[in-house]
């Protein structure tokens, strides 16, 4: 088990000594200490399932739990096969044991079934891996419907809980989340023309960040909460643009005729990643947040790569990339590399733990938001909300 | 779609715009200019609903503003040029010498009648991501526009829209429909009399 986890995340943990702990050891002990350098691409979608088993919930709780778990790289088996245990009841409220090489037990209280069955898959998640859990977490989205219009909407990660937080009547797109706030840029056609929205989601005020002649879209927050990145094609061309949340300091960074898009910031904010066209072909691409020469990032195998995501731990790049007439969500370091393909999909988005994507798969060439463990390579279509949901974006 | 461009002083600040942005600007972009000013800050959205945060013990833990467009001063003529919309190759916004009459009478609708304006809508098929082609159908849209400033047309007559691949001009899944949906379409602008 010492060695699984060692592999799994590429550095050791005190888990695998631990049979019996208290939570708050748990918790404390899920900052584990550096790094045992691997190579780590070739963990991304090879390895194996952790084999859990499930007894004693049923309906809600039993599809949350086996949800959660398996978008995090469990497969749900029979008790004999399986290396670790959970069970428990679900008597108006959560009661969940996990056994195994990691021991624990906790009663949830105070929200609904939902909600304490996702909290429970989060104590196994972080117990067995060291990782936190995902499924207390949110989403933002588009939502469209026949004719091209739609509105943002927020859920919990799995597409439950949804609700609108735009009411343009009018096609929307790019939802982007403020770092730790409950605050959102998205680009909307409410005023005929492409442009960028902030909207405080617990206040409903919202303003314009952007709304220039052209094209005002894909904003993307700094980690900082600070500044936004975006695509305007106010000088001519669509380009990448950056400026502070309240719209000052806005400088022009990238000056191609390649239609740039996409942009996405480095976890330290130092950089700018972003899809563009050099010599005729399409490249991702980074540039200093400051402005300066772009460098091309290497992505050997991949055709047509865009919508680049940095993981929050600046280890990885996910994007896709042009399979036939349709795309693949593909991983690599994010220094630039050999990616690797996961499945069909599009706009790949970083869980806050950096090993899971939301993105949007086509069913019937209908958009349907999926949730992908990137080491299992598992994944499962998330619950549609309203439409053809697609763009999402993962709350950080 | 409508568009309401109005702006006093715009060749100044198209200048203004073309001197900053000298240093890197590539050969024959034109800018973009201005959307009027007006107040489009303060607005309201429906709040995420309290509740859904409520209970979370459990998650243990410029850019000056311009103006909305005004409807009311334009009437969308979507027939006149909807014989002359262009189309693109896959992946591309150049436009084809076989687009090059479309263009022309395009150019002569304009030349008919100084009150026109038009609105170039650039669109995309569905093989491609969304943002990706957002900008894309900004590119179909500028290529028109500057080959149109090229014919003679001032460029304050000319708007331009991108609507990706969310306005599809046919449904289906092969090249036929897509062929189709890579396109720009121009809408004639006639300005409404006392607006």
Redesign the interface.
């Known amino acids: 088990m010492k060695n699984m986890i060692k592999n799994l995340f590429g550095r050791p943990c005190l888990f695998g000594f631990i049979t019996t702990v208290a939570f708050v050891a748990i918790t404390e002990s899920a900052q584990c200490q550096s790094a045992i350098p691997i190579n780590p691409t070739i963990q991304i979608g090879l390895t194996p399932p952790i084999p859990i088993s499930i007894e004693g919930f049923e309906g809600e709780a039993l599809s949350v739990l086996e949800f959660d778990l398996y978008v995090q790289g469990f497969s749900i088996v029979p008790a004999s096969q399986a290396q670790y245990h959970i069970s428990g009841s679900e008597g108006g409220n959560i009661v969940g044991r996990l056994s195994g090489a990691q021991n624990f037990s906790r009663s949830?209280n105070?929200?609904?079934i939902r909600?304490?069955a996702?909290?429970f898959a989060d104590d196994v998640v972080l117990a067995v891996t060291g990782k936190k859990g995902i499924g207390?977490t949110k989403i933002a989205f588009k939502a469209?419907e026949a004719g091209?219009s739609g509105e943002i909407y927020?859920s919990d990660f799995d597409g439950h809980?949804a609700?609108?937080?735009?009411?343009?009547g009018a096609?929307v797109?790019?939802p982007a989340w403020v770092p730790g706030r409950?605050a959102l840029f998205y680009?909307s056609?409410k005023?005929?023309?492409?442009d960028i929205?902030y909207?405080d989601?617990?206040?409903?005020?919202?303003?314009?960040?952007?709304?220039?002649?052209?094209?005002n879209?894909?904003a993307a927050v700094s980690p900082d909460g600070q500044r936004v990145a975006m695509?305007l094609?106010?000088?001519?061309?669509?380009n990448i643009w950056v400026?502070n949340t309240d719209?000052?300091s806005?400088r022009?960074l990238t000056?191609?005729?390649a239609?740039?898009?996409?942009p996405c910031w480095s976890p330290n904010g130092r950089w700018i990643c972003y899809?563009t066209k050099i010599h005729s072909r399409r490249r991702l691409a980074k540039i200093s947040a400051d402005g300066g020469e772009p460098e091309a990032l290497s992505t050997t195998g991949a055709p047509?790569p865009?919508?680049p995501d940095w993981s929050p731990d600046g280890k990885w790049i996910a994007f896709?990339s042009q399979s036939g007439?349709?795309?693949n969500i593909c991983v690599m370091p994010a220094e630039g590399s050999e990616p690797v393909v996961l499945v069909s999909g599009?706009?790949p988005s970083w869980s806050p733990n950096s090993r899971t994507l939301v993105y949007n798969d086509l069913i019937h060439?209908h958009p349907v938001l999926s949730v992908l463990d990137v080491f299992t390579k598992q994944h499962k279509n998330a619950h549609n909300v309203a439409g053809e949901d697609?763009?999402p974006a993962w709350e950080k | 779609?409508?568009?309401k461009?109005i702006y006093s002083g715009a060749i100044a600040m198209a200048a203004a715009?073309v001197a900053t942005?000298c240093a890197?600007?590539?050969v024959g972009?034109?800018?973009?200019?201005?959307?009027p000013e007006a107040n489009?800050?303060?607005?309201?959205?429906?709040?995420?609903?309290?509740q859904?945060?409520a209970?979370?013990?459990?998650?243990?833990q410029?850019?000056a503003?311009?103006?909305?467009?005004d409807?009311s001063k334009w009437t969308q003529d979507r027939d006149a040029l909807a014989a002359n919309t262009i189309h693109f190759a896959f992946?591309s916004?150049v436009i084809r010498d076989s687009e090059t009459a479309n263009l022309q009478a395009v150019a002569a609708a304009l030349n008919s009648d100084k009150n026109l304006n038009l609105m170039i809508e650039g669109n995309c098929d569905?093989?491609?991501?969304?943002?990706?082609n957002?900008?894309?159908g900004?590119?179909r849209a500028?290529a028109a526009r500057e080959a149109l400033v090229g014919m003679g047309i001032d460029v304050n007559r000319l708007?331009?829209?991108?609507?990706?691949k969310?306005?599809p001009a046919e449904h289906g899944?092969d090249e036929a429909a897509w062929s189709k949906n890579r396109r720009d379409d121009f809408v004639l602008l006639h300005p409404k009399t006392g607006a």
């Open positions: 949830y105070g929200a609904s909600r304490e996702h909290a207390q469209e091209g927020v809980n609700q609108a937080v735009t009411a343009d096609i797109a790019a409950l680009t056609y005023l005929g023309n492409p929205f909207s989601l617990s206040t409903g005020q919202r303003r314009v960040l952007a709304a220039f002649g052209g094209l879209t894909s695509v094609s106010r000088s001519g061309d669509p400026c719209g000052s806005l022009q000056h191609t005729r239609d740039d898009s996409c899809a047509d865009t919508e896709c007439d349709y795309f599009e706009h060439y697609s763009e | 779609m409508l568009k461009l715009i942005g890197h600007k590539p972009v034109t800018p973009i200019p201005p959307r489009v800050g303060d607005q309201t959205a429906p709040t995420y609903p309290q859904q945060l209970n979370q013990s459990v998650t243990s410029p850019l503003e311009n103006g909305p467009f409807p992946d916004a569905e093989r491609g991501t969304e943002e990706y957002r900008s894309l900004e590119r500028e708007h331009t829209v991108s609507y990706g969310d306005k899944h």
